[in-house]
């Protein structure tokens, strides 16, 4: 059973930065997509990032693109979302998710089997 764990979530002032990790236990995170969500209320779930061996790293967003970086440390086991010039517009809740049923990333959460619970991100002033 693959598990997921998300930390690095907070209170950031405007223009400040936040890393994310996903840390993985039961499989190594080496070949599969680990891919970045988030949801504000009121809105729908949006991908944010994806990291996999085939496709590389992948910023979706073009609101995101040049202030989010995603990377993975495998002697971790861990991947991180790294949000830079945050902006109350970044304000929601940041999942990642894997699956095992394809070495490549996906925009949509239907890719994805396995589920952190999630960490809150605040951007405000």
């Known amino acids: 059973q693959v598990q997921l764990v998300e930390s690095g979530g907070g209170l950031v002032q405007p223009g400040g930065s936040l890393r994310l990790s996903c840390a993985a236990s039961g499989r190594t995170l080496d070949y599969y997509p680990i891919g970045w969500f988030r949801q504000a209320p009121g809105k729908e779930r949006e991908g944010v990032s994806c990291?996999?061996?085939?496709?590389?790293?992948?910023v979706y967003a073009e609101s995101m693109k040049g202030r989010f970086t995603v990377s993975r440390d495998n002697a971790k086991n861990t991947v991180y979302l790294q949000m830079n010039s945050l902006k109350p517009e970044d304000t929601a809740v940041y999942y990642c998710?894997?699956?095992?049923?394809?070495?490549?990333?996906?925009?949509?959460?239907?890719?994805?089997?396995?589920w952190g619970q999630g960490t809150q991100v605040t951007v405000s002033s």
């Open positions: 990291i996999s061996s085939s496709d590389g790293s992948i």
């Open positions: 998710a894997t699956t095992q049923r394809s070495l490549r990333c996906a925009r949509v959460g239907d890719h994805y089997d396995y």
